[in-house]
């Protein structure tokens, strides 16, 4: 069962075409590592908050705000502090 508050979580796959119109490709598969914990994760992965302003993407472990898109009528504003590419294995 589901409350109103859970389906506004979803995961980084339902802002996907979000995400391919600011970097034009598909980042849902892209690795990102959050700069709090060093947990590994699927961009697609991602807890998404897609009804705050904007949209924030959080690390599965620890929460922590790996990515913030904001659109406004003449502009994108991403931050990612909070997300590192990791090292290659
Ligand atoms: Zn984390």
């Not at 922590?64 to 003449?74: E, F, G, H, L, S």
């Amino acid at each position: 069962m589901t409350s109103p508050k859970d389906e506004m979580v979803l995961d980084g796959n339902a802002v996907a075409g979000t995400l391919a119109e600011i970097y034009g490709d598909d980042m849902t598969t892209v690795l990102a590592e959050c700069t709090s914990c060093g947990n590994v994760d699927h961009i697609g992965g991602l807890i998404a908050y897609v009804h705050a302003p904007g949209i924030v993407l959080r690390c599965t472990a620890c929460a922590t705000i790996m990515i913030r898109i904001v659109q406004t009528p003449k502009r994108t504003l991403v931050d990612v502090r909070g997300k590192r590419i990791p090292p290659p294995p």
